[in-house]
């Protein structure tokens, strides 16, 4: 399962080899000053928007890669029945948004909006 997580001035998505090899890539880094709002979504799928660009989906059980959408593209990595952590991201970062499943949801965007101030 993926992790998110503060790397010194950087969010980081870690990803788990599978993952990683769904979406060809084993980390995704955005500034931590680009952070606008962080939230937890208990419905995976609704913090899912536009079309898939890149990465693989399961429909109904999982999702990794980026998203293209009217507002740009997102990152998700992201599992049925796991709560989401969505960063919302100022432009002009790669994404828009990070969708994360993550066990301790709650924690993991506390510890975020901590470092964040958002």
């Keep these: ?20 090899l769904s979406a060809r890539r084993r ?3 955005v500034p931590l000053a680009d952070v606008r709002a962080v939230r ?9 928007r536009g079309m898939p ?3 693989r989906c399961r429909p109904g059980r999982w999702c990794v890669g980026e998203r293209l959408h009217p507002l740009g593209r ?30 301790d949801a709650e924690q993991a965007a ?3 909006r901590r470092r964040s101030r958002r």
């Design 40 to 48: 937890v979504e208990g419905d995976w799928w609704r913090s899912l």
């Design 110 to 112: 506390e510890a975020l």
């Design 1 to 20: 399962m993926a992790r998110l997580v503060v790397d010194g001035e950087d969010v980081v998505v870690r990803l788990a080899l599978r993952e990683g």
């Design 74 to 103: 997102d990152f998700v990595a992201v599992r049925a029945g796991v709560p989401v952590v969505v960063v919302d991201l100022w432009r002009p970062v790669p994404y828009t948004r990070l969708a994360v499943s993550v066990a």
């Design 53 to 55: 660009l890149g990465g």
């Design 27 to 29: 980390e995704v880094r």
